[in-house]
């Protein structure tokens, strides 16, 4: 029985994720640029605050962090935008009505986006040790944290995306939502460095440990602090998906 439930949901997310890609290909280069723009301009932007950042500990967490904004922004806008726009086709309902995993239609969609929007993940990696003539490690871990950060979030955006009815409201509450999830996290700065009350708070956040573990990629420092964020983004993905599987919310939607 198990075997079977689970041949089920790799049929379902196989011909998901082919659906999304249909949909995306039309598009795919415009996914592509705006990907690419935001963590770009914090790479270059942000290394020129005062009198400029440029000792490597600063650098890397402006890059390290740039990185992450622009998965954690991935995953929350791709899911809310995209899960809006099908409740407010009327597309939604015709999934709803289907017998399929919930937990492979969102994967589907995430996965999607994921493989335009990686490049624009790993752009501020590469082109930021490039730009400021920095040695960083590029282990192969990498491509398995930015999409494993990107799930974390992503049922977040969904739950935005399905509880909001208007996609302008939805797209301000993501950015609010973003912007006070990596500003309440040591993203690109220090956990010290945050007032005590906001280091408690930062370990419920997906970027907290993100950060943390791309931060001991890029400096070779893959160790049991590393394997520790690893295995607790890996947790949060779980507990969250499996929440939404216990969400009936979206099938009277």
């Known amino acids: 029985m198990l075997a079977l439930q689970r041949m089920k949901f790799w049929v379902d997310f196989k011909y998901l994720w082919l659906e999304q890609m249909m949909e995306i290909r039309v598009a795919w280069y415009w996914y592509l640029l705006f990907s690419l723009v935001i963590p770009l301009a914090m790479v270059f932007g942000f290394a020129r605050f005062g009198r400029g950042l440029t000792d490597q500990s600063s650098l890397i967490y402006i890059i390290s ?14 899911m809310a935008i995209r899960l809006g726009s099908m409740k ?27 493989v335009v929007l990686l490049p624009g993940m790993l752009c501020p990696i590469l082109l930021g040790s490039a730009i400021y003539g920095i040695k960083l490690e590029l282990n192969p871990w990498i491509v398995v944290l930015l999409p494993l950060t990107a799930l974390s979030m992503s049922v977040m955006g969904m739950v935005i995306g399905l509880a909001v009815d208007n996609l302008e409201m939805t797209n301000w509450i993501v950015t609010s939502v973003l912007f006070l999830v990596v500003m309440a996290a040591p993203v690109f700065i220090p956990i010290t460095a945050l007032p005590l009350p906001l280091q408690f708070l930062s370990y419920a956040f997906p970027p907290t440990y993100a950060a943390d ?5 890029l400096l070779g420092d893959v160790n049991l602090a590393f394997y520790l964020d690893m295995a607790m983004l890996a947790l949060m993905v779980v507990v969250s998906f499996f929440v939404f599987k216990r969400w009936s919310f979206w099938r009277l939607r």
């Open 65 to 78: 962090g740039s990185a992450i904004f622009a998965v954690v922004n991935d995953g929350l806008y791709a």
């Open 88 to 114: 407010k086709e009327g597309i939604l309902v015709y999934y709803a009505s289907l017998p399929i995993s919930r937990v492979a239609f969102a994967g589907a969609i995430m996965f999607s986006r994921l």
């Open 213 to 217: 573990a791309l931060r001991r990629l």
